[in-house]
């Protein structure tokens, strides 16, 4: 995946939960946009998900120190965070996302100098399949997000949402299928 | 239909999970669908679903302002990592003070002062009342003593009269009679002493008859 083997996430956590800040830092650089992007689009609010990636970090270094290196990995133990914040601010705020699934515009940064119809087509794009994603069950979401967005491999998503790596093929097959029929029946109107 | 859905769905499912596998171990999207040619309209639609998913998660970057403020923020944040907590008990193992340790201790000391500095002041003045109060009885208490001290002495002399033991010896038997008219010379000093307290008494309560003035009142 993302995970950046030659600064060793494992060898830097070591070092953070050390105190060292350095360490901490190329952390951060290497897990905040992961980490954003899977927090965008679970919430699909830009000013949500900054909040929440927030938090993220501050909760990872408030509790570096408990850290267990032995089983679980940096980027793990980075993503369950996030998912465990997530959880939380539903539960506390139940309007994360919108009830129809379209309210809120897919914000993205833009590519180098679109043009005008290249954006609006993008954008339209962009909102169907993120209305499709909101249509999935909240594991499959998870999974696609993780899987394909944030590109992890199943070893890597299985700790983060407790499944097997079988269980996850399962759910990423059947998520996949949801999707090009959702996206199908959308095409076909 | 419903069910011939749901069997054409678990189909589909299970060739995109064997398809999804060659993509892991590394083929390219072309040679799968040579792979499963009854299945390539819907493995190629996938294809590009997943094509465009992985498009948007790579074009969504969050700002360099927003990543730079969280850090900041984040750097604000004081932890207690192990180091520094491991830092801090060693401190409190050597007996150096603490912030924390400091703070307590003034914070006791402060209080203590509260209660006693005012119990000071009181005992303070109630000393100089007492001292103040003694001087004014003082010439009163020291005519008492003198005149006790008078009978203190009369009294150690009466104790001290020891009559010596008969021994048939002439110059004993004259010495025993110097001695016992000694004796009667010092019991009549004492009566005179005696008449000198009576006096002194008399006169005494004369005088607070004269200065009692019961209309005072």
Redesign the interface.
């Known amino acids: 995946m993302a995970e950046d083997r030659d600064a060793n996430p494992k060898e830097l956590m070591k070092l953070?939960?050390?105190?060292d800040?350095q360490a901490?830092?190329k952390l951060?650089e290497l897990y905040?946009?992961p980490v954003?992007?899977y927090v965008?689009?679970r919430v699909k609010d830009s000013a949500d998900a900054?909040d929440i990636?927030?938090t993220v970090?501050?909760k990872v270094?408030?509790s570096?120190?408990n850290f267990k290196d032995q089983n679980v990995a940096p980027l793990s133990y980075f993503f369950t965070i996030a998912r465990n914040t997530i959880i939380d601010g539903w539960r506390t705020k139940k309007e994360f996302t919108v009830a129809n699934g379209e309210a809120n515009v897919f914000e993205?940064?833009p590519?180098t100098d679109p043009s005008p119809l290249q954006t609006a087509e993008k954008n339209e794009?962009?909102k169907i399949?993120q209305a499709a994603i909101q249509k999935l069950t909240d594991d499959q979401k998870e999974v696609?997000i993780l899987k394909?967005?944030?590109?992890l491999?199943n070893k890597e998503i299985s700790p983060i949402v407790g499944k097997s790596e079988e269980a996850i093929?399962?759910i990423?097959?059947?998520a996949?299928?949801s999707?090009?029929n959702i996206?199908?029946s959308h095409n076909d109107i | 239909m419903n069910e011939n859905n749901q069997n054409q769905n678990q189909k589909v499912e299970a060739v995109l999970s064997e398809a999804l596998g060659h993509l892991e171990s590394g083929k390219t999207p072309a040679e799968v669908l040579i792979l499963y040619p009854e299945h390539a309209t819907i493995l190629q639609e996938v294809f590009s679903t997943l094509n465009f998913l992985k498009k948007e998660g790579e074009s969504l970057v969050p700002s360099k302002e927003f990543f730079n403020k969280t850090i900041y923020n984040v750097s604000l944040e004081d932890t207690v990592t192990e180091a520094q907590d491991s830092r801090y008990i060693r401190k409190e193992v050597e007996g150096r003070p603490s912030e924390v340790n400091i703070i307590t201790k003034t914070h006791e000391i402060m209080s203590k002062l509260k209660i006693i500095i005012p119990v000071g002041i009181v005992a303070v003045l109630a000393l100089m009342f007492v001292r103040s109060d003694v001087r004014t009885n003082l010439p009163t208490l020291s005519n008492g003593n003198e005149e006790q001290k008078n009978l203190q002495t009369t009294s150690d002399t009466e104790s001290q009269i020891n009559l010596p033991a008969a021994t048939g010896d002439v110059d004993d038997a004259v010495d025993a009679l110097f001695l016992a008219s000694s004796n009667e010379a010092s019991l009549l000093n004492d009566e005179t002493n005696d008449a000198a307290y009576l006096t002194a008494d008399s006169q005494a309560i004369s005088d607070f008859g004269q200065s009692y003035d019961a209309n005072s009142f």
């Open positions: 953070a939960k050390s105190g800040n901490f830092g951060y905040f946009t954003f992007k965008y689009f900054e990636t927030q970090f501050l270094f408030r570096i120190s993205q940064i590519d794009t962009g399949m696609i394909f967005i944030n590109g491999s093929r399962q990423q097959c059947r996949l299928v999707l090009r996206l199908k």
